[in-house]
């Protein structure tokens, strides 16, 4: 168990030469989430070609950078425009009504309820599968809006495990579906700051007397094993690239360090303000009140109401009576709804939302990054290069596709697959536009594949960049000499136990050895990052140094093009196309829903009959990765709500093993 141990830093990993393998330090891989990076892209038309970068993937020194920072004012903002059905749409919407499914079918006036609570993935969820969708969720808002039968929506909110990406682009759904002039109504029993955020958006929010309120405050924290290692007789030995690359201080360190301080610091403060700023727009209050607010600690619903931070105190059940009151039900009759998972099989052909004849390629890409799909993975768990790469050449043979979305939402992982997957997807933007959406992360390994396209688009809390590398090895020494185990390795070559012999440190020459190819995997990687957002790399190394920056700050340093969600890239996809703004295009999805029934069938068997070579894999996950690891730190922002009384040693072991 002794080969390198691929390092999860803070924010930024790069790659590092195939024979060392880094640490993995954090609960994410070293291409993970970063904060978001806002940068101006060239349009993919406008892109660098692939003969631009040699075969090896040097970059020219010839290249002439281009100034980009301006070009986020250029872009269609794809802000959502409700138009009201014409009568021969109308008519034909209820045509189609009729001959549909069953379980497609919704009764006139019913409400469309749905609790948001838990994990949200980025990922498309077949009928099987359980837990919600983001695709799913934006789409059944926007179905809502147009579909004659709903009469408005009731939403439950609950504690939320998701990302401020994600956050903001459900909000930006509620704000959308408003403009519809249907009601939505919000019921919240357990409530943060997040779930707070959602909740203020809608017309109406109601809680419970004996709620749960805990707006206290948002916090950031960084655990360190340094202390621990140490009393077991594990030397963690690291060596990073970039000021702020944090990833091995996880493992080395017993306190966090100033640069870390300092981007942590920088990264609460933009989510802290980005959050006072719109609840105060959406409330009509003054920043400094909210502010004062939160001070108090204030957790009477009485005073909430009083307040007016909620409309008014009710049940559930209260709020369900007062809306067959409004909408002239008898009190003995049932309100009609439609929940979540049966208004998810209502097709948008039935509500006339279709599309139109051009068709633009949706390529999802969720999790940590790997080249190859590990025994024990499930789908749609994981970016898979090898089946990535086939989809982005199967697109990019195809005549169907007008323009293609890559939506992004990783921390990272394995470097080859990230730069495989760059090169693929650069081949790509010089045939058709290529456009990079990111939802709550594209660091690291995830910016990686993002700063291919020809224009990147971020939410404003996106965590993304995170341009930076860090590896290292175990030094077990101590902990075999405690144990009495010991090791003896006969070797040829000089270097030949650099990464076995992790009985003893590094020699001088190896630790040498392992410095150069640090600098050398990171150089590679930040000179890449220059040449596809056309920069310099002197500019590009002072964005880069393993920072991690949210998405409006990235946009202001030109590390993406525009602040938006989903239909912004979708609006500047439709504009690099020549598709005029006012005509509606189809959007394709490419990838397949997870997980189908009989994968989840086997699942359960691998589970059951695999469940000791599982556990086996996980253990030795913390102890080595093969080839290098482009990853982002895990940094674990939340709510007083959020906060964990259990073992803080444990659950830090918790963060680290859901990275692997």
């Known amino acids: 168990m002794s080969k390198l141990l691929s390092a999860t830093c803070l924010f930024s990993h790069s790659s590092i030469p195939k024979q060392v393998s880094p640490f993995r330090l954090s609960p994410k891989p070293?291409?993970?989430?970063?904060?978001?990076?806002?940068?101006?892209?060239?349009?993919?038309?406008?892109?660098?070609?692939?003969?631009?970068?040699?075969?090896?993937?040097?970059?020219?020194?010839?290249?002439?950078?281009?100034?980009?920072?301006?070009?986020?004012?250029?872009?269609?903002?794809?802000?959502?425009?409700?138009?009201?059905?014409?009568?021969?749409?109308s008519f034909v919407v209820k045509l189609r009504m009729l001959f549909a499914l069953p379980w497609q079918r919704v009764k006139k006036g019913s409400v469309f309820t749905m609790k948001l609570r838990g994990q949200i993935t980025d990922q498309l969820k077949s009928r099987f599968a359980s837990g919600l969708s983001l695709p799913q969720i934006c789409e059944n808002f926007t179905k809502a809006a147009y579909d004659p039968r709903v009469s408005g929506i009731y939403l439950h909110i609950e504690p939320l495990d998701c990302g401020w990406g994600k956050i903001e682009e459900i909000?930006?759904?509620?704000?959308?579906?408003?403009?519809?002039?249907?009601?939505?109504?919000?019921?919240v029993p357990a409530c943060g700051e997040k779930e707070y955020y959602l909740g203020c958006a809608c017309e109406e929010l109601y809680a419970p007397p004996?709620?749960?309120?805990?707006?206290?405050?948002?916090?950031?924290?960084a655990q360190f094993l340094g202390g621990v290692l140490e009393k077991v007789g594990i030397e963690p030995q690291v060596q990073r690239i970039g000021k702020y690359k944090s990833a091995g201080d996880q493992l080395t360190r017993k306190s966090i360090s100033e640069p870390n301080r300092e981007m942590l610091t920088e990264l609460l403060d933009n989510i802290n303000a980005h959050w006072l700023d719109n609840v105060s727009l959406m409330k009509g209050k003054k920043r400094e009140e909210i502010e004062n607010f939160i001070s108090e600690g204030i957790y009477q619903i009485d005073r909430l109401k009083e307040e007016g931070w909620i409309t008014d105190i009710k049940y559930d059940d209260e709020v369900t009576s007062m809306l067959k009151e409004r909408m002239g039900l008898k009190e003995d009759k049932k309100l009609p709804t439609v929940d979540y998972r049966k208004y998810s099989r209502v097709k948008r052909w039935t509500l006339g939302l279709s599309g139109g004849k051009d068709q633009i390629a949706i390529i999802r890409a969720s999790g940590s990054i790997s080249r190859v799909r590990g025994r024990f993975s499930s789908p749609g768990s994981s970016i898979i290069a090898e089946q990535f790469i086939e989809k982005i050449r199967s697109v990019k043979e195809s005549k169907r596709y007008k323009a293609v979305i890559i939506r992004i939402d990783s921390p990272?992982?394995?470097?080859?697959?990230?730069?495989?997957?760059?090169?693929?997807?650069?081949?790509?933007?010089a045939s058709k536009p290529v456009v990079a959406s990111m939802a709550d992360v594209a660091a690291s390994g995830g910016y990686y594949m993002a700063m291919a396209a020809g224009a990147i688009v971020s939410e404003n809390l996106t965590l993304t960049g995170s341009i930076g590398v860090v590896t290292g090895k175990f030094n077990l020494g101590k902990l075999y000499e405690r144990i009495g185990f010991n090791k003896d390795i006969i070797s040829r070559g000089r270097y030949a136990e650099l990464t076995a012999a992790d009985q003893r440190p590094f020699r001088p020459d190896e630790e040498e050895l392992f410095a150069k190819s640090a600098q050398n995997a990171y150089s590679q990687f930040r000179d890449k990052a220059a040449f596809s957002r056309s920069m310099t790399v002197d500019q590009m190394e002072e964005v880069a140094q393993g920072r991690v920056w949210t998405g409006n700050d990235a946009a202001s340093r030109g590390l993406v093009d525009a602040i938006g969600g989903l239909s912004r890239a979708v609006a500047i996809a439709k504009k690099k196309a020549d598709i005029p703004e006012n005509k509606q295009v189809t959007l394709v999805e490419l990838s397949r829903p997870s997980s189908t029934l009989p994968e989840l069938l086997s699942g359960i068997g691998s589970s059951i009959v695999g469940v000791d070579q599982t556990l086996r894999e996980l253990l030795q996950g913390l102890a080595l990765a093969d080839g290098v690891q482009a990853r982002m730190d895990g940094i674990m922002f939340q709510g007083s709500e959020n906060a964990s009384y259990g073992n803080a040693f444990m659950t830090l072991i918790k963060d680290y093993l859901s990275s692997i």
Request: charged letters at 20%; glycine letters at 6%; aromatic letters at 12%.
């Open 412 to 429: 990272g992982g394995d470097a080859l697959a990230s730069d495989l997957m760059w090169r693929e997807i650069r081949l790509l933007a």
């Open 30 to 89: 070293l291409f993970t989430k970063t904060p978001f990076v806002v940068c101006a892209l060239n349009s993919s038309s406008d892109t660098k070609t692939n003969d631009e970068v040699s075969n090896n993937g040097t970059i020219p020194s010839s290249l002439e950078p281009q100034n980009n920072n301006n070009k986020s004012n250029d872009y269609p903002n794809g802000e959502f425009e409700y138009e009201k059905p014409s009568s021969w749409m």
């Open 210 to 221: 004996s709620a749960y309120f805990s707006l206290y405050g948002l916090s950031v924290q």
């Open 171 to 187: 909000r930006r759904h509620i704000l959308d579906f408003k403009k519809s002039g249907k009601f939505i109504l919000c019921y």
